[in-house]
């Protein structure tokens, strides 16, 4: 189920959710090249992308969608904002690789990748849900089994995190102390995000956006 496109601020909300999946890109990049261990969803599909011998972002795409299609089957609502999330993040990161350097070797230089990739991806957080357009694919996996199972939103999340984590790992993935850092960091640095831009998620939409919409 697909949520109604707001078609009054289409424009003008698809290119700030762009920069918000710009940044995200660069977010995953930067932690990617710090090499002291990446997010939980990347351990995973940086070891599948090994293994099809493919780009790390165009495993994001495939990923995406088989969440996004597993969250759909238990009939959770997406919106556009969840399919430009799976398509557009995997291209960005794909250039942001391009040009950004290994930063292996050089201790400093891979703290500041590291550091630098989780603010940016609680500011990239911050921006893309700001634009209200849907959550992404891994969001929404969160909130099926949160809706399915009973479970609490934070209880569902770090189960959905483990198993991926797990996977991932016995795969070959980087699992490292980073991994376990960027967990702790993560939250802050989205909360922050979220007060600097003014950021209120799962606000109601006004009568008149509802009305537009339809």
Request: net charge neutral.
């Amino acid at each position: 189920m697909l949520k109604p496109i707001r078609w009054n601020t289409f424009i003008r909300d698809f290119f700030m959710i762009q920069v918000g999946f710009l940044l995200y890109g660069l977010a995953l990049a930067l932690l990617i090249r710090a090499d002291l261990g990446t997010s939980t969803w990347l351990v995973f599909e940086i070891a599948l992308a090994d293994m099809f011998g493919i780009t790390i972002g165009r495993m994001t795409i495939f990923v995406g969608f088989i969440v996004l299609a597993i969250a759909m089957a238990m009939r959770e609502q997406a919106g556009w904002g969840t399919l430009a999330n799976i398509l557009s993040i995997g291209p960005w990161l794909d250039l942001c690789l391009r040009y950004l350097p290994d930063a292996l070797g050089n201790l400093p230089l891979q703290l500041f990748f590291f550091l630098a990739g989780v603010l940016v991806q609680g500011i990239a957080t911050a921006v893309y849900i700001g634009v209200n357009a849907g959550a992404g694919p891994r969001d929404s996996m969160m909130l099926a089994i949160h809706r399915v199972t009973g479970l609490s939103v934070r209880m569902a999340r770090g189960l959905l995190e483990v198993i991926v984590v797990f996977i991932g790992w016995l795969m070959g993935g980087p699992l490292g102390v980073g991994t376990v850092v960027f967990a702790l960091l993560i939250g802050p640095s989205v909360q922050w995000a979220f007060k600097l831009f003014n950021v209120k998620p799962h606000q109601p939409r006004t009568e008149s956006a509802e009305t537009v919409a339809d």
